[in-house]
């Protein structure tokens, strides 16, 4: 299995300042074929489900906010709130859909 | 609008066997793999497999494979995880999400919390 590490475990962030989180996997996650990578950001607020924000490792998808991008490429990427709002505290994580076995990161604790 | 409903909480005793379930609508299900996500108590999240309910292909991770059974039944755009002996380890919420081939979930149920306690 590919392994995906975060860090940090958690942070804290003034309203209005930048929250900026790292994923690390364990081996490319990058299909050089169609150059893209397979790594997904997602969001999880207390007692909800997960939430889809970024696909394909910079692909927002829709009705995110576009304070949220992702960047990175191979094994190293980012997931940068540019402007923390309230209703960012959450849980994030990365996760890896490349191959037949997919894995999450630990997760990252966002608080104000 | 896309939905994935899941079956009630349960509350069950080390030993005994359970199914789940998770029912599509608003999409064709049999077009998109349903995964399983489990989530313990307080921690993060872990794939436990997916199946196709087109043709029932079904991959497990490592970590899962012999623990659970995934299936699913298209007639009603249904998939289920299922344990036949459960153990106090088993506690968590079950998470079902559905992708298409190749892309991330996109698409998660409201999750199912089983507790496994004598």
């Known amino acids: 299995d590919i392994v995906m590490t975060q860090s940090p475990d958690s942070l804290a962030v003034s309203l209005g300042e930048r929250a900026t989180i790292n994923c690390k996997s364990s081996q490319s996650v990058l299909f050089r074929s169609s150059n893209q990578n397979y790594l997904a950001w997602f969001q999880q607020k207390p007692g909800q489900a997960p939430r889809l924000l970024i696909s394909?490792?910079?692909t927002r998808e829709s009705g995110v906010p576009d304070r949220f991008s992702g960047s990175g490429s191979g094994t190293d990427f980012t997931l940068t709130i540019s402007s923390l709002q309230a209703e960012d505290v959450a849980v994030y994580y990365c996760?890896?859909?490349?191959?037949?076995?997919?894995?999450f990161g630990p997760g990252t604790r966002v608080e104000i | 609008e896309v939905q994935l409903v899941q079956s009630g909480a349960e509350v069950k005793k080390p030993g005994e066997s359970l199914k789940i379930s998770c029912q599509g609508s608003g999409h064709t299900f049999n077009n998109f793999w349903i995964g399983w996500v489990r989530q313990r108590p307080g921690q993060g999240l872990e794939w436990l497999g997916v199946?196709?309910?087109?043709?029932?292909?079904?991959r497990y991770s490592p970590s899962f494979q012999g623990q659970v059974t995934i299936s699913a039944d298209k007639s009603i755009s249904t998939a289920y995880l299922q344990w036949s002996s459960l153990k106090a380890s088993d506690t968590a919420m079950y998470y079902c999400?559905?992708?298409?081939?190749?892309?991330?979930?996109?698409?998660w149920g409201q999750g199912t919390l089983v507790t496994v306690s004598a």
């Open positions: 199946i196709y309910p087109g043709d029932s292909d079904t």
């Open positions: 394909w490792a910079s």
């Open positions: 996760q890896q859909y490349y191959g037949t076995s997919w894995t």
């Open positions: 999400a559905r992708h298409r081939d190749g892309d991330p979930f996109d698409s």
